[in-house]
């Protein structure tokens, strides 16, 4: 391979890896994806690549690798007991995995290679002096080691809130820092971690680490993080019982916590928002949110992550927003995928 066709192959590969790991987070059966994404050829073409990273001087390239899509969703669901895999499927799948992993350690090294001085453990947007003075003060509080890593018994919350204090000092933007730090710490999904409406006592240490830094768009309740009302505030209580009457949200979801999917809270209710359980699969959440909310609400992913778990575990809005066009692939009728769903959506946006 040249040069132009290993930047090719490596943008296949990471978009096979991200289509794989989406059918994972969808429980979706793999057998099909293995065969439809020619997985099988990807450890050929990792070889190749490997080759032209060892012959040629080449940082763009190497710096591309070492951002591609985790392998995690991958290697986890290949280790789930609960799994039922076809010989083929797992063989093809275990190679993947592996080919990418091999390429994901190799670039690693020639990355720290092509990075070596004082800030070679660091991250691009982190690696000078003023990132390693910040993330300094973080090591100096006990949070992460001498190599800028999270020490064992350090929560997601905790993550966040440092990576926002080093992120806003340094001026990186709101969706990059998440990433960076992501790789930085070897973590997903910072940037998801909800913050909770009361501070805790570990929070406020953080925030002192970095006065300097305005941590208030991280925890000031936003319209837009909530669905608007109903034209008729009967539907609202209507919806609640059905959706817990036909069992699609968890029956201990209470009538007030259902409401603050609305932005409706008491005065007197000083609890914390917990989003509804949905206990269907994600596509049926997918199916609800765009029906029953997508003609009065922009941003309905956005939303729909914020307020709507699924079976315990926060939903990626990428995730949801692809399962639409996925759904109206695999069902032209969409009306019929779910005619009980679609009767309520329907209802609930009625206007008396």
Known sequence: MNRQEVVIALAKINMMNKQV????????????????LDLGVVPGWIDEILVFMKNNSCKPVVSFAHKMFTIDFLKKALKDSNRKWKRETYEILSSFAGSIEKLYSTSNIYYKM????????LEDALSNAKGAELLMR???????????????????????????????????????????????????????????????KQY??????????????????????????PLNDNCMEELFLALITYG???????????QRIFGIKS??????????????????????????????????????????????KRPNKGSLKSGMPALRRDHPVIEQYDPCLMTLANQFNKKK
């Open 248 to 258: 699609y949200i968890d029956k201990k979801t209470t009538y007030i916590q259902f």
């Open 204 to 229: 406020e240490d953080i925030k002192a680490l970095y006065p300097e830094v305005d941590y208030s768009p991280l925890t000031d309740s936003k319209k837009d993080e909530y669905f608007k009302k």
């Open 138 to 200: 973080a090591v100096n509080a006990g949070y992460l080691d001498c190599n800028y890593k999270p020490k064992k018994g350090i929560t997601p919350l905790q993550l966040k809130a440092i990576a926002w204090g080093v992120g806003q000092s340094l001026g990186i933007k709101w969706r990059e820092q998440w990433v960076t730090f992501e790789r930085q710490w070897n973590c997903d999904r910072i940037g998801t971690v909800q913050v909770p409406e009361g501070f805790s």
């Open 114 to 121: 092509y990075k070596r001085g004082p800030y070679g453990d």
């Open 21 to 36: 790991a989406y059918w994972i987070e969808l429980d979706q059966d793999l057998d099909n994806i293995s065969v439809a």
């Open 267 to 312: 005065d007197l209710d000083t609890s914390i928002f917990q989003p509804i359980n949905w206990i269907k699969d994600q596509r049926s959440l997918t199916y609800f949110v765009y029906f029953a909310f997508s003609k009065r609400n922009m941003g309905i992913w956005v939303k729909a992550q914020n307020c709507f778990v699924v079976n315990g």
